[in-house]
T-cell receptor, first 110, second 119 residues
Framework: DAKTTQPNSMESNEEEPVHLPCNHS???????IHWYRQLPSQGPEYVIH???SNVNNRMASLAIAEDRKSSTLILHRATLRDAAVYYC???????????FGKGTHLIIQP | AAGVIQSPRHLIKEKRETATLKCYPI?????VYWYQQGPGQDPQFLIS???????DKGSIPDRFSAQQFSDYHSELNMSSLELGDSALYFC??????????????????FGPGTRLTVL
């Protein structure tokens, strides 16, 4: 079972950066690190993924520790629309199903 | 951009009835996944298909079956429905081998879900 550890909840102010941590000490060398988020009453939404190097896309940045046992999702400038549950998941790829843990409930204060 | 389409969006059934949920993946995506999310729960993986063959299996009950068709759409068939089957059912698709630049990196794109209520 792909096990990750995330804070239950975090709070941030609008327009400030947010750093969401994740520990995945049992990750194997070929597992990808994925981040998804789920807004209320919606399906999960892909945010970003990486393997070894840090990654940037239009939504966020992903910083991966050198030993790959932890990662941090960075939202550069949080908005109220970023309030969601954020899930960190590692997966071997292919057509493997994703194992969603408890995730981090991100609260954004105006 | 085209997204994953699920139908119906809402479904109400009685106990012991059957239900069929449909999923139409993003064009050119060849891999489909099904997830179940109970009230207040996190999504749970049920089953996946790649190129019309079952690929990975999660916590799918024996009363449920699924398949992927030649046009890549998928159907989840649920029989002998129980009250505990009331949940949101999400379908997701991924580009599989067609994923660029990382084939099989497995980023999944989810549909809006079907809300099943069993009375």
């Amino acid at each position: 079972d792909a096990k990750t550890t995330q804070p239950n909840s975090m709070e941030s102010n609008e327009e400030e950066p947010v750093h969401l941590p994740c520990n995945h000490s049992t990750i194997s060398g070929t597992d990808y690190i994925h981040w998804y988020r789920q807004l209320p009453s919606q399906g999960p939404e892909y945010v970003i993924h990486g393997l070894t190097s840090n990654v940037n896309n239009r939504m966020a940045s992903l910083a991966i520790a050198e030993d790959r046992k932890s990662s941090t999702l960075i939202l550069h400038r949080a908005t109220l629309r970023d309030a969601a549950v954020y899930y960190c998941i590692f997966s071997g790829g292919g057509a493997d199903g994703l194992t969603f843990g408890k995730g981090t409930h991100l609260i954004i204060q105006p | 951009a085209a997204g994953v389409i699920q139908s119906p969006r809402h479904l109400i059934k009685e106990k012991r009835e059957t239900a069929t949920l449909k999923c139409y993946p993003i064009p050119r995506h060849d891999t489909v996944y099904w997830y179940q999310q109970g009230p207040g729960q996190d999504p749970q993986f049920l089953i996946s298909f790649y190129e019309k063959m079952q690929s990975d299996k999660g916590s799918i009950p024996d009363r449920f079956s699924a398949q992927q068709f030649s046009d890549y759409h998928s159907e989840l068939n649920m029989s002998s429905l129980e009250l505990g089957d009331s949940a949101l059912y999400f379908c997701a698709s991924s580009p599989g081998l067609a994923g660029v630049p990382e084939p099989h990196s497995n980023e999944q794109f989810f549909g809006p879900g079907t809300r099943l209520t069993v009375l």
